[in-house]
């Protein structure tokens, strides 16, 4: 690593820049995702501190809504079951970064 790519790393980013930024990079990170187990939306709710009964709650209405006549075209009905994961993302890289750049004592 050089010194021009250390002097990045160490930059300081506010608070809100950071939350933009990984709102930005889930975006582009889910629009590169096609499918996503259950297993791996499970743990990324489960590390986001989501209750266990609240996602399953709401895998099982996602799951109905799937087995329900298409309302409108696929493409939207993709990009609508896509949010939910790229929500878990962007929760979970906007975590991380805050612990790293606000670390508790």
Same mark, same amino acid.
């Not at 506010?14 to 975006?27: I, Y």
């Not at 209750?51 to 298409?70: G, K, N, S, V």
């Given at each position: @690593?050089?010194?021009? +790519?250390?002097?990045?790393?160490? /930059?300081?980013?506010? /608070? /809100?820049?950071?939350?933009?930024?990984?709102?930005?990079?889930? /975006?582009?990170? &889910?629009?590169?995702?096609?499918?996503?187990?259950? !297993?791996? #939306?499970?743990?990324?709710?489960?590390?986001? =501190?989501?209750?266990? !009964? !609240?996602?399953?709650?709401? #895998?099982?209405?996602?799951?109905?809504? +799937?087995? &329900?006549?298409?309302? =409108?075209?696929?493409?939207?009905?993709?990009?609508?079951?896509?949010?939910?994961?790229?929500?878990?993302?962007?929760?979970?890289?906007?975590?991380?970064?805050?612990? @790293? #750049?606000?670390?508790?004592?």
């Amino acid at each position: @690593m050089t010194e021009r +790519d250390q002097a990045r790393d160490a /930059e300081r980013v506010p /608070e /809100e820049t950071a939350r933009r930024l990984l709102a930005r990079a889930t /975006e582009l990170d &889910a629009a590169r995702l096609t499918e996503l187990s259950v !297993a791996q #939306l499970r743990d990324a709710a489960r590390e986001a =501190g989501i209750a266990p !009964a !609240a996602f399953e709650q709401a #895998l099982a209405e996602l799951r109905a809504r +799937d087995h &329900a006549p298409a309302a =409108g075209p696929a493409p939207t009905r993709r990009l609508t079951r896509l949010w939910p994961a790229a929500l878990i993302l962007a929760t979970l890289l906007s975590i991380i970064v805050l612990r @790293m #750049l606000f670390p508790v004592a």
